[in-house]
């Protein structure tokens, strides 16, 4: 026992020391920061300049546009040219572009709504094709049994991202304006690209002696075909699609809508909602790390999103009438509400990183870039339409029956891919036994 947590530290300590993964995660942490920052400050600036929640809505929603428009396009570009240049040039022509507007802020004192807008989207089509071609860096750099843990540190950055951002842009907004986080923003993302000139990534890129439209057209519809004749993968797409079409809406909207509008919850009592919720995905690496490591990818993923499902249920059960109109205040919803959510936090945390060490493991790198793309797309054309359900069902029934629905599509949904998760874990264990067959093999022989 000792000696194996004594080589899972060890282990923790070697790709930590390990310098091109390092430097992935601090480049991708800063940017995120700086990225994050901005949203949230731009979020402020757009309601005080307009005070229109339409026109808020229409600056979060414009950025699928360019989404549906480039992402097929980004996914073979990622896989055609060099990865290292691709996300340097990316990286520096983010800084370059915010750079710009924190000048035009500084002349005008102000920026225009429509000036918002182009912003808005040239940062989306940037981000479309810089995701394509960092698909493959970590899975590139990485070794393949180290995958789970790399994709647990990745967790770890991406979420302390989150959680220190909001914090940091409320601060600096509130003092400096608009002006500074333009200027910080741009500043996070050459750094980015500084850092990310000193990674060696392994060139796997598949670029055609002639590029063409037809040659574009071969390449698409050749990744379209591998997708599909994938199981594994065709089972992820879907999985994955249909859990952001039911689930995503539920924290981005019917919980939020019950708290704010039925429980009438304070600014303080929601602000410490959304805190547990990204406190709970910074500790599911930490505290489920020996889970993570010692079960299989498939039963974990399938196990994960079973017991989400579950928990949604009770959620639903604590947004009832019953529930409410149990006790004279709103505490008994609102605590079982945060606790819950705690919970989901950390399972839906394993569940993501458990399914980017999968995707990792089973997608060749040569076509990173388009699968990566299509599975984002996707996922990208049915969360608005589960938005707008959720939205649409508010309006006609209670939330607790909307929150049950969530659940009830996600546990069917596991169900029918359960046997697809469970077919590679056994695929995966015969691999196993095989090499260990081969390797007492080999010292019997010496």
């Known amino acids: 026992m000792y000696k194996k947590e004594l080589l899972g530290v060890c282990m923790k300590l070697k790709l930590i020391k390990q310098k091109d993964f390092s430097l992935l995660i601090l480049g991708k942490l800063v940017s995120l920061l700086g990225s994050n920052m901005q949203q949230f400050a731009l979020s402020l600036y757009v309601l005080s300049l307009t005070g229109s929640a339409t026109i808020f809505a229409s600056i979060l929603s414009i950025s699928i546009i360019p989404r549906l428009i480039f992402s097929p396009v980004a996914g073979v570009f990622g896989d055609w040219f060099d990865r290292k240049r691709s996300i340097v040039s990316l990286d520096l022509l983010n800084s370059i572009i915010i750079g710009i507007f924190a000048v035009i802020y500084i002349i005008n004192g102000r920026i225009s709504i429509p000036l918002i807008y182009i912003l808005v989207i040239l940062l989306e089509v940037i981000e479309i094709f810089f995701h394509s071609a960092m698909a493959a860096v970590l899975p590139s750099i990485v070794d393949k049994e180290d ?28 003092t400096f304006g608009m002006k500074i986080i333009l200027i910080v923003n741009s500043i996070s993302f050459l750094l980015s690209a500084i850092s990310e000139m000193f ?8 670029k055609p002696e002639k590029i063409s439209i037809k040659a574009f057209k071969t390449d698409f519809y050749e990744g379209v075909k591998i ?17 952001n079409f039911s689930a995503a809406p539920l924290f981005g909207i019917v919980i939020i809508y019950f708290l704010k509008e039925v429980l009438m919850v304070s600014d303080m009592q929601f602000g410490i909602f959304q805190m547990i919720f990204s406190v709970s995905m910074l500790a599911a690496p930490i505290f489920c790390g020996k889970i993570i490591k010692k079960a299989k990818i498939g039963m974990l993923i399938y196990k994960s999103f079973l017991y ?3 928990l949604i249920y009770v959620i639903a059960i604590f947004t009832s009438g019953y529930a409410i109109n149990a006790f004279n205040t709103n505490m008994f919803s609102y605590l079982g509400i945060l606790i819950v959510s705690f919970l989901m936090g950390i399972i839906i945390t394993v569940a993501n990183i458990a399914l980017g060490t999968l995707f990792d493991k089973i997608v060749p790198l040569n ?3 388009r699968t990566s793309t299509v599975f984002n797309f996707v996922i990208t054309v049915l969360m608005p339409l589960g938005q707008m359900m959720s939205g649409f069902l508010l309006d ?7 929150i049950s629905i969530s659940g009830t599509i996600l546990l069917i949904t596991i169900i029918k891919y359960k046997f697809a998760l469970l ?9 196993e036994e095989s ?8 010292i019997n022989e010496i």
């Open 308 to 310: 989400i499902s579950v």
């Open 435 to 442: 090499l260990h067959f081969e390797g007492g093999d080999a």
């Open 423 to 431: 077919d590679y874990d056994q695929i995966e264990t015969i691999k």
């Open 227 to 243: 997708i599909k004749s994938n199981k594994l993968l065709s089972t992820m797409i879907g999985l994955g699609a249909i859990i």
């Open 367 to 369: 076509i990173m870039g």
């Open 199 to 206: 990674i060696n990534i392994p060139k796997s890129h598949n």
């Open 396 to 402: 006609i029934t209670f939330p607790s029956i909307v």
């Open 147 to 174: 995958y789970l843990e790399a994709n647990s540190f990745n967790s770890v950055a991406m979420n302390v991202g989150s959680i220190l951002s909001p914090v940091l842009a409320a601060f600096l907004y509130g």
